[in-house]
């Protein structure tokens, strides 16, 4: 029962979040209701035991990520943004195939379910922790785990040297 | 496991159809960036509800390596928008139209 309603409050705050990021005028507003979204996600992480993602997801979407966000917003200075313009086609369009993948996913996840492999589940109790996380990391994704260490040194030199200067 | 899995399927579904109405929806160029943002956390969603129903810890490394891309692509992201806004002073997808015939 704590934890269907645990899920329900967690559930609409994200969703409310996600509306909020998506209606706000203020970028920054906009940045702030995404970080609403982003710590109730990681306490859905939680409702389903899985606290080393969650914690994760707290230091690097809430933390890392949504800071440099705000940093470019402020440094950016978009203080005044153009109103929106009337209803376009285009936005119609947009609109309706918002509605198309919503459709098409809840449908999915309604009837395509009992497709699924049964199978048994295996110390659910330890399934997130970070040593059940990292025994796999070490040994069966080593080489994936090192590859993504490279993309990251990549990407840090190649988005210092993008915003580094103006270009020639 | 108390909570059937289709609720957060659902739940993610709808996340991630928000995403997609940000990024089509939005022109502001930061906006888009951060829809993607949310329809990446949506996948991991799912994907952490996936893991823990099948027992297999596998999705939760899938996730972790979502999150480092995601900062990845974060970062390079921004670094564009701030050459791009460099060079027009804006940031309304509207107004970059060098790609455009």
Do not use: H
Not at chain 1, 134 to 146: C, D, H, I, V, W
Not at chain 2, 67 to 83: D, H
């Amino acid at each position: 029962m704590l934890a269907e309603s645990l899920f329900v409050m967690l559930g609409t705050l994200s969703v409310i979040g996600a509306l909020g990021m998506l209606i706000a005028r203020n970028p920054v507003s906009s940045a702030l209701w995404l970080i609403l979204t982003l710590f109730c996600v990681a306490g859905l992480y939680l409702t389903l035991s899985a606290e080393f993602i969650a914690v994760v997801q707290v230091l690097v979407y809430a933390g890392a990520i949504m800071v440099l966000f705000l940093f470019v917003i402020m440094l950016l200075n978009l203080g005044t943004m153009p109103t929106m313009k009337g209803v376009g086609w285009k936005k119609a369009v947009g609109f309706v195939l918002c509605v198309v993948v919503l459709t098409q996913l809840v449908l999915i996840g309604a009837t395509g379910l009992d497709l699924l492999p049964a199978t048994e589940v295996v110390d659910v109790a330890n399934a997130g922790s970070a040593t059940t996380i990292a025994k796999s990391l070490f040994t069966r994704y080593a080489l994936a785990f090192e590859v993504i260490g490279i993309l990251l040194l990549v990407a840090t030199i190649g988005a210092v040297m993008l915003a580094k200067r103006r270009f020639a | 496991m108390e909570i059937a899995l289709s609720w957060y399927l659902t739940l993610a579904a709808v996340l991630f159809a928000i995403g997609v109405a940000g990024v089509l929806l939005r022109s502001n160029l930061i906006i888009i960036l951060m829809s993607v943002e949310l329809m990446l956390n949506a996948v991991n969603v799912t994907l952490v509800a996936f893991s823990q129903s099948m027992g297999d810890v596998s999705g939760q490394i899938l996730v972790f390596f979502v999150m480092s891309v995601a900062a990845a692509e974060a970062a390079i992201g921004l670094a564009i928008v701030i050459a791009i806004f460099r060079n027009k002073l804006s940031v309304d997808i509207n107004d970059f139209n060098l790609f455009k015939w």
